[in-house]
């Protein structure tokens, strides 16, 4: 059967999820399993959402700044050098994340020292004041997408460095703790606030994932019950067309009833795959009882059938149709046998044939049956077993699901 061609995806999932989950693409594309280039990391859609923000942060530094840049008493050379500084610092915030997403700890740590470098010269030309910019120092390492002991690290040590420099330069202690708290909480929230996007990602990702395996397994759905409708169906006709071939010049009135039962079984296969695409078919071991019987006794197979399933739970009834359906179907279609014979009780049912034995399972189209079948089967906790049922000169088959 197709469905049974390859793994499912709903088995594939549970490898899948742990790949994403720790997975650090946050907002760009995934590219197909390979690395992406820096073009593909700068130019993301979530990178141009970064520069929305970061734009913005870059002119409020500006503006602050640029005050300290009118007083500065120092020569051409030292402007220009502060102005040269200042421009690097702002555009390594702005590009540091983008670039990040989806590389090593390693590089990521490596760029983050670069900007820290960049903040201890401003620090230099400036003087304490430049220590604001440790403030964008933290919130462009919790956008590099770090794990959360690695964040959280990062964190902790630049609020000690902060305080460190603060105080070496000159500064309070209340002074410093104060410039460390306020880039420590807003580097501490914009943790929290990529965590949340990484979430967001990975739950959007989850939810495509769920989808495909929607749609793989409406596909296993329906290829099964089409393979088990049109087997049982086209089996039953074959052999009672060919039956009323036999009869058409011995006996046309049968030959007649024949016809007319290939016709409405013919009809009843068309309705039963329309119900199918649209999901709504079901089976109950009852009617199959009856198509059992017609189906034996065409193929002119005695039939030993119980006359009732009344001790066949509800929940169990459409399970044992299946069973039934698929056992005589084989039955017909591969055994060769005389007699068939069907018991069934609270807890099972069993379908046994004097024929050929388990030769008739070499046919791929009997693997494919029970291979569907053993998909319902263990879709509701049940067991399937077969073997030789021990009537006939082959030993017969025997087929049986038991709860």
Known sequence: MPGQQNSTAAEQLPEQLPEQLDSRLSWIPQGGGRALNWRELLTARGARRWYTGAFFAVLIWSFNTLPNLLSHQGSAGAITSYIAVTVVMLLSFMFIPPLS?????????????????L???????VGRSGGWFATFITVCAAMQQYRRRTALGIMAGMFLLIILVQMVMGASFEDAFSMAAVAGSVGLMMVAFSRQIEAVRTLRATQRELA?????????RVARDMHDILGHSLTVIAVKAEL?????????????????????LARGALADVRATVSGYRGVNVLSELANARSALNAAGIEAELP??????????RELFGWALREGVTNIVRHSSASHAKVTMGAGFIQIDDDGVGLLQHDAPSTANGLNGLRERV?????????????????????LRVEL
């Not at 997403?101 to 760029?111: D, H, M, T």
């Not at 903040?119 to 030309?125: D, E, I, V």
């Not at 006359?307 to 169990?316: S, W």
Request: net charge negative; charged share 25%; aromatic share 8%.
């Open 307 to 316: 006359g009732a399933a009344d001790e066949v739970p509800a929940k169990y």
């Open 378 to 398: 263990e879709a509701q906790q049940a067991s399937l077993s077969i073997g030789r049922s021990g009537l006939g000169e082959h030993g017969g088959f025997r």
């Open 101 to 117: 997403w989806g590389r090593s700890e390693a590089f990521k740590l490596s760029v983050l020292g670069f900007l820290i470098v």
């Open 244 to 264: 009323a071939g036999r009869l058409l010049e011995d006996a046309p009135e049968r030959a007649a009833v024949e016809i007319q039962e290939v016709e409405d």
């Open 212 to 220: 495909d395996v929607a749609v793989q397994e409406e596909r296993n």
């Open 119 to 125: 903040g201890g010269l401003s620090l230099f030309f």
